[in-house]
């Protein structure tokens, strides 16, 4: 998959692209059919919501669940990513996120790139968040927002909110989210599941609360240039990866037939995953 | 204002009606311009979000502040009402929801007149809501949410839910409402400022949180057949008001010109409207 020329122009204004239904109905069952075990997990790359037992976001599923690890290596993804770099890229932060039905909780605006910069030292906004959607996303379940042109200002002031959900966030003020609205608008891209947005790692989103009866269950990666690798190990290695080398690509069926890939984590998370390492 | 015998129709099956536009801009901005001296006051009506001292609902403006006394009395909203229930109609709840820019909560899914029946002792859901528009709702501003045709299904069961949000509510469970979603689909509507939506009080409904740089005031108001008063006094008055008078309708353009209207409680909250009276 090669973006076109006026594909790469829009990324750069608006700061992101979308692609409806560009995984078909088979791919995408294929995975959400594993979302229910690796939310029954108890380990801790489960974050649960507030308000109970459900999982707001899961870690670093493409190393224990063989259709995750799949998806992580797929050219449909990784290649646009790639060509917009210019270089190869890893994987940096990979999540499932539940947003699910009734309990599926806001997140504040934020930028990615923020906590990328602050906690993990990370160089350039030369990361690229990618949103698989697993349920279909619609005007009722808390569809991603986006400020268009808002990733041109680069890293933005933030602060660490810690009180207003289960995960901890750098926030962006309200004034500020006021203006840059004010300047690009306000967009809410909604499809089918298979559907696919790349957005940029300074892009201001957020997203509301999920009260209707329809998960929104959604997939994020972020995949860095690999010469923009984190200089910092201090969160957690199943939250920022430590692991810089370039991601292989399988074959572009690989969501339906079984490519053997690796699954380092399949019996269980490496202490040495769980622990800071202030070295890097 | 007259209904005519399709919107009848279309009222009973659905369970409300929508008019976009229905109030000028020039109306509208009588009324908004008064909101802020309203929400600045430190009066028992003016219950606030849990985040801090953002209004979540304002109660009784009608007998404080004259442009809302006149809203109270205008034709194009009383009259379809008493037209539907064949009856005049007296002012039973009488509310403005901030809904504001990053701090209006969400409302969870519930009907009102479970409410009006197990507290106010409110014999038959032979009340309307009135919802009026006085900023712009859109998809990012948590517009209300509607399951059409659920209030055929007349008093559901609901749990009092006390942690949630900053203002009690009897709430309704999630598979039934999973089941309503099912078979009745799920409506927002949206449009400008001065729309009005009449729905039935045993609609089920629900808002998500407002986490855009917009404002969702609107004007929440209760008519209730005179007929069908309340016939417990549990909630404070200002509440669940105790005058069954008919509305007197105003003329037309009752939001442009200073016609006279009472303002009973503008030095304050009367203290017998404050404290409930087991009589009724």
């Given at each position: 998959?090669?973006?076109?020329?006026?594909?790469?122009?829009?990324?750069?204004?608006d700061g992101y692209l979308f692609f409806?239904?560009?995984?078909?109905?088979?791919?995408?069952a294929v995975l959400l059919a594993e979302v229910p075990r690796i939310y029954a997990q108890r380990r801790p790359e489960n974050v649960r919501e507030r308000t109970g037992d459900v999982v707001r976001t899961n870690f670093a599923a493409h190393l224990y669940s063989a259709p995750f690890a799949r998806l992580a290596r797929h050219p449909r993804m990784v290649e646009p990513v790639a060509q917009i770099f210019g270089e190869p890229v890893y994987m940096h932060q990979f999540k499932i996120n539940g947003k699910m039905a009734f309990d599926g909780d806001l997140?504040?605006?934020?930028?990615?790139?923020?906590?990328w910069k602050a906690d993990d030292w990370m160089p350039e906004a030369r990361a690229m968040n990618v949103a698989i959607f697993l349920d279909e996303v619609n005007e009722f379940n808390g569809p991603l927002m986006f400020i268009p042109g808002?990733?041109?200002?680069?890293?933005?002031?933030?602060?660490?909110?810690?009180?207003?959900?289960?995960?901890?966030?750098w926030t962006i003020d309200h004034d500020t989210i006021r203006k840059l609205i004010e300047r690009g608008g306000l967009v809410a891209p909604k499809g089918p599941a298979g559907s696919m947005i790349l957005f940029h790692s300074c892009l201001v989103h957020a997203s509301?609360?999920?009260?209707?009866?329809?998960?929104?269950?959604?997939?994020?990666?972020?995949?860095c240039a690999v010469s923009n690798h984190i200089r910092r190990f201090k969160r957690p290695e199943y939250i920022a990866h430590r692991d810089f080398a370039p991601i292989a690509c399988l074959p572009d069926d690989c969501l339906l037939r079984e490519y053997e890939v690796a699954l380092p984590w399949r019996d269980g998370t490496p202490a040495s995953a769980l622990a800071p390492e202030l070295a890097g």
């Open positions: 998959m090669k973006l076109r020329t006026d594909e790469i122009e829009r990324f750069e204004r409806p239904s560009l995984f078909s109905p088979e791919e995408i997140w504040q605006w934020h930028q990615d790139y923020g906590t808002s990733h041109t200002l680069g890293a933005l002031d933030a602060a660490h909110d810690v009180t207003t959900t289960s995960y901890p966030l509301t609360a999920n009260l209707s009866p329809w998960n929104r269950v959604s997939v994020y990666l972020s995949l």
